[in-house]
């Protein structure tokens, strides 16, 4: 799963401007692979950020799901372990 990327971008540039988009409102719904795709250094708070504005992500490995009540909690959990 190795990201399409344009040939000017970094992978953290791309990244930037998926959340970008995603808070104008240009998509509702982020699917990642798995948490390891994500930064994690800034993965909750990015998540939280989404969230505020209306976006929902989905982690398809490790099945959270943002949009539902629980995600935080098993976000924290994933991460701590």
Same mark, same amino acid.
């Given at each position: 799963? &190795?990201?399409? +990327?344009? #040939?000017?971008?970094? @992978?953290e %540039?791309?990244?930037?401007?998926?959340?970008?988009?995603?808070?104008?409102?240009m998509?509702d719904?982020?699917?990642?692979?798995s948490?390891?795709?994500?930064?994690? &250094?800034?993965? +909750?708070? #990015?998540?939280r950020? @989404?969230? %505020?504005?209306?976006?929902?992500?989905?982690f398809?490995?490790e099945?959270?799901d943002?949009?539902?009540?629980?995600?935080?909690?098993?976000?924290?959990?994933?991460?701590?372990g």
């Amino acid at each position: 799963d &190795e990201p399409n +990327l344009n #040939d000017n971008l970094t @992978l953290e %540039e791309e990244y930037e401007k998926m959340r970008d988009d995603a808070k104008s409102g240009m998509f509702d719904i982020i699917y990642i692979k798995s948490i390891s795709k994500f930064p994690k &250094e800034s993965l +909750l708070k #990015d998540v939280r950020e @989404l969230r %505020e504005h209306g976006v929902a992500v989905k982690f398809e490995e490790e099945e959270i799901d943002t949009s539902l009540s629980s995600w935080e909690l098993l976000l924290t959990v994933y991460l701590a372990g």
